[in-house]
Structures are given as C-alpha cells and as structure tokens.
C-alpha cells in the first residue's frame, strides 16, 4: 500500500481516493472499497480503470478495506485523515 497526502490550501473538504491494482500493475475494477470509522460508514465501487473516490469525509480515524471475487481482500487499519488534505492510496490486491 502506498499513501499520498497533498494539502488542500483553504479549503475543509477531506478526499479519500486511490487505485486498485493486482501484483502486475493492472488495474482491478468492480472491487468494493469500504471506509469505515465508529460513525461513518462510506462505500464505493472501484471503476473500470480500478480508481474509488470518497468527497466530503469527516476528519476521524478510519478503516479501509477492499474485497473482490477475485482477488480477495485487503484492509488498512488506522488512517487518520485531517481537514485540508486529499489522500491517495493504491492498493495491491493478490489473486485468491
């Protein structure tokens, strides 16, 4: 797993985004892509070209995870994400 965080000057708005992609590079679409904290649950499906995008996320702690038919899942525990600031993920997901 890779994580940018780029700061977004002025602004309160949180955006998690990222992409799915398998151990050769390639882009996996249709996964699910669940970000979750004690309050907020956000789901999203990965498109074609394998990216997801949550807007508008609270500030929190949060756990994300990525399941598909047929590569399995992943999940990361513990990001933290703060107001200001857009972050990317690619994610590496493993045929089952």
């Known amino acids: ?3 940018e965080v780029s700061p977004k000057p002025n602004s309160d708005e949180i955006e ?7 151990l050769d590079g390639e ?3 249709a996964a699910v892509v669940i970000l979750s904290s004690p ?3 956000l789901r999203a499906n990965s498109s074609f070209e394998g990216q997801f995008r949550f807007g508008d996320v609270p500030p ?3 756990k994300l995870s990525a ?3 047929e590569y399995g899942r992943i999940e990361l525990s513990e990001i933290s ?3 200001g600031s857009e972050y990317f993920l690619t994610l590496t997901l493993a045929p089952d």
């Not at 998690?16 to 398998?22: A, K, L, P, Y």
């Open 1 to 3: 797993m890779e994580l």
């Open 16 to 22: 998690v985004r990222g992409e799915i992609v398998d």
């Open 27 to 29: 882009d996996v679409s």
């Open 39 to 41: 309050d907020v649950t």
């Open 60 to 62: 929190g702690l949060y």
């Open 67 to 69: 399941n598909h038919a």
């Open 81 to 83: 994400v703060e107001a």
